[in-house]
């Protein structure tokens, strides 16, 4: 048995053949959740589960899917919509949970339940998904004035103040990881909405979550979760009836296997998955749903 050096990379096989695969790590996060409409709160970000010694079969094709961000709620008493799961199922299945919708301010709704939790203007924030994420904020049921932030894959959503000056709380932090050979985070909360002009935007949480909106001259509209990261977006803020009190969209979610690099490829791959060896992992990583066979 003999070594093979490609790069720095060292595969060791035998007439150049590569060991098979018997487990994978993997990082699995769900869509995020996307806002509501009229001060609302933040989305949820998408669950977030990752491991090592997921079992592979050999010829035995393993099915993931991406779930997709949440859409926004737009109107006044229209909530955001909750993040979809991102799955593996092979031999055993993954099931990361979508991110909780991000309630809207005119009824003081609660935020939505998912892998972490919506914000709300209401006094309880959604709830996550236990080893997934966090609980979403609350915020000001007096006149629904500023609403809380999305859980995180990190931490809670942050609570909206509840008097003068009427400021929406920050989306819940992400979680870095390297699983895909850089330091990348991922799951941040999407930032409550505020009702009060002259404030700055609730931030969202690093990790791809979404800025909440605000009440200003011109307006500054929510920004949806960023894609692939399974961000929530941004809360609504006060907005004139024409402009269609809008929440924003949450972040898509994403899938990333990886392995020694001196294991097999794998035979066969469908969702185009970006493919590639980094230092002494081999990387799939799906931004689609597809299928993965070693």
């Known amino acids: 048995m003999g070594?093979?050096?490609?790069?720095?990379?060292v595969s060791a096989g035998l007439n150049g053949i590569n060991y098979p695969v018997t487990t994978v790590e993997y990082l699995v996060v769900a869509g995020g959740g996307g806002s509501g409409g009229?001060?609302?709160?933040?989305?949820?970000?998408?669950?977030?589960?990752?491991a090592t010694?997921?079992?592979?079969?050999?010829?035995?094709?393993?099915?993931?899917?991406?779930?997709?961000?949440?859409?926004?709620?737009?109107?006044?008493?229209?909530?955001?919509?909750?993040?979809?799961?991102?799955?593996?199922?092979?031999?055993?299945?993954?099931?990361?949970?979508?991110g909780g919708y991000g309630a809207n301010g005119n009824s003081a709704t609660t935020g939505g339940t998912g892998?972490?939790?919506?914000?709300?203007?209401?006094?309880?924030?959604?709830?996550?998904?236990?080893?997934?994420?966090f609980a979403g904020g609350t915020g000001s049921i007096t006149l629904q004035q500023s609403a809380g932030g999305g859980g995180g894959g990190?931490?809670?959503?942050?609570?909206?103040?509840?008097?003068?000056?009427?400021?929406?709380?920050?989306g819940g932090t992400g979680i870095?990881?390297?699983?895909?050979?850089?330091?990348?985070?991922?799951?941040?909360?999407?930032?409550?909405?505020?009702?009060?002009?002259?404030?700055a935007q609730a931030l969202g949480g690093g990790?791809?979550?979404?800025?909440?909106?605000?009440?200003?001259?011109?307006?500054?509209?929510?920004?949806?979760?960023?894609?692939?990261?399974?961000?929530?977006?941004?809360?609504?803020?006060?907005?004139t009836y024409g402009a269609g009190q809008l929440g924003s969209a949450g972040g898509s979610g994403i899938v990333i296997l990886r392995y020694p690099s001196y294991l097999a490829p794998a035979t066969s791959t469908t969702g185009s998955p970006e493919t590639y060896v980094t230092g002494f992992w081999r990387v799939y990583r799906f931004v689609a749903s597809g299928t993965i066979t070693f």
Do not use: C, E, M
Not at 3 to 9: D, F, H, K, Q, S
């Open 38 to 50: 009229f001060i609302s709160g933040g989305g949820g970000a998408g669950g977030l589960l990752t």
């Open 176 to 199: 870095v990881s390297s699983i895909s050979g850089s330091q990348t985070q991922y799951a941040g909360g999407g930032g409550g909405g505020t009702g009060q002009s002259g404030i």
């Open 207 to 239: 990790g791809g979550g979404g800025a909440g909106g605000n009440y200003a001259t011109p307006i500054i509209y929510p920004v949806a979760g960023a894609s692939n990261t399974g961000g929530g977006g941004g809360g609504a803020g006060y907005q």
């Open 115 to 133: 892998g972490s939790g919506g914000g709300s203007t209401s006094t309880t924030g959604g709830s996550a998904t236990s080893g997934q994420g």
């Open 3 to 9: 070594l093979r050096y490609v790069g720095n990379i």
């Open 154 to 170: 990190g931490s809670v959503g942050l609570n909206g103040t509840t008097s003068s000056p009427y400021i929406g709380g920050n």
């Open 53 to 98: 010694g997921y079992a592979v079969t050999i010829g035995s094709a393993i099915t993931i899917t991406v779930g997709a961000g949440g859409p926004a709620g737009a109107g006044v008493g229209n909530n955001g919509t909750v993040g979809v799961d991102s799955t593996i199922v092979g031999g055993s299945t993954i099931t990361s949970k979508g």
